[in-house]
């Protein structure tokens, strides 16, 4: 989390996701109305405009997915992923069977519009949170879709927390209770065998309290995370730990309170929904005539 960087597409993960779209939109039949309707060497353009402003993320994949249906297809990138698209902007182009380009319409569309979404969204909330705060997107990603989803966070200019369970010990409030049940001292023990069993990790400890924020700095964890506290609460742990740890604020933060809990001097703030409650951004595929 100290270095900004942009995940890189899985493509083999991103390939069974476009695979499995559209055998869910074409079974055994394939686009029955496309293929009675237009003939079938009818050639045609099409582009990819923007009804709202929004920030691009996911062309690279809606390029791969008309590559899908068709590898003769041509794709023209017009925006840079990352990029603010004013209304009216054309995003891309793509020219080639008419067939072809009406069957993969929507689905392209799916994985477009979804990955602008959460690209627009963490562009908005880093920027409420200013320069020196950075907002972390969660685990909470559509199954299957977590490289993508995490992808377009950073590609919005927000920064990505752990990618799955094995990348980074994180004791939570259930980790804590459990723990707990052996006696006092749960987050110390917790930590200590922590980094007996996975050495080369870092260790984040969720805390509710302040007391048990003493008890997590006490164990040396490198990430303290502050669970639905107040902004007063947070600037107090902020004091309290005078940068022995890094701290996360987590729980209750919404986009109108990101100034003012940014402004307590934590380091992090994570959202989840940046990727469990985006909108997804309105572009149309439009053919073009002439």
């Known amino acids: 989390m100290d270095k900004k960087s942009i995940p890189q597409i899985d493509w083999k993960q991103t390939d ?4 499995l779209a559209l055998s869910e939109d074409l079974d055994t039949v394939g686009d029955a109305t496309t293929n ?5 060497n009818l050639q045609a353009k099409a582009v990819f405009l923007a009804k709202e402003d929004c920030v691009c993320a996911g062309l690279p994949v809606a390029e791969r997915l008309f590559k899908t249906i068709d590898p003769a297809l041509e794709w023209k990138t017009l925006v840079s992923e990352g990029e603010f698209c ?8 793509v020219r080639g069977n008419a067939r072809a380009l009406l069957t993969g319409e929507r689905t392209a569309l799916n994985f477009l519009q979804r990955l602008c979404g959460v690209a627009t969204a963490s562009k908005r ?6 320069a020196k705060c950075r907002i972390l997107d969660t685990r ?7 490289n993508l989803e995490k992808y377009a966070v950073a590609t919005g200019g927000a920064f990505n927390h752990r990618i799955g369970l094995f990348d980074r010990v994180m004791i939570k409030d259930n980790h804590r209770e459990l723990a707990g049940l052996e006696g006092a001292g749960g987050i110390k023990r917790s930590v200590e065998r922590a980094r007996a069993l996975y050495p080369d990790l870092e260790v984040e400890v969720e805390v509710d309290s302040l007391s048990e924020l003493d008890e997590a700095l006490e164990s040396g964890a490198e990430y303290i995370l502050l669970d639905n506290m107040s902004d007063e609460m947070m600037a107090e742990a902020v004091r309290r ?12 933060i919404t986009l109108a309170r990101i100034p003012s809990a940014a402004k307590t001097g934590v380091d992090f703030i994570s959202a989840g929904a940046l990727t469990h409650s985006v909108k997804s951004s309105d572009i149309s595929m439009d053919i073009v005539l002439n």
Not at 16 to 19: E, G, M, Q
Not at 36 to 40: A, G, H, L
């Open 16 to 19: 069974a996701l476009i695979s």
């Open 36 to 40: 009675s309707v237009i003939p079938e």
């Open 86 to 93: 004013p209304k009216g902007t054309i995003m891309a182009e």
């Open 125 to 130: 909330y880093q920027d409420a949170a200013g």
């Open 140 to 146: 909470k990603t559509t199954p299957g879709w977590r």
């Open 241 to 252: 730990v005078n940068g022995r740890a890094k701290l996360e604020a987590s729980g209750g």
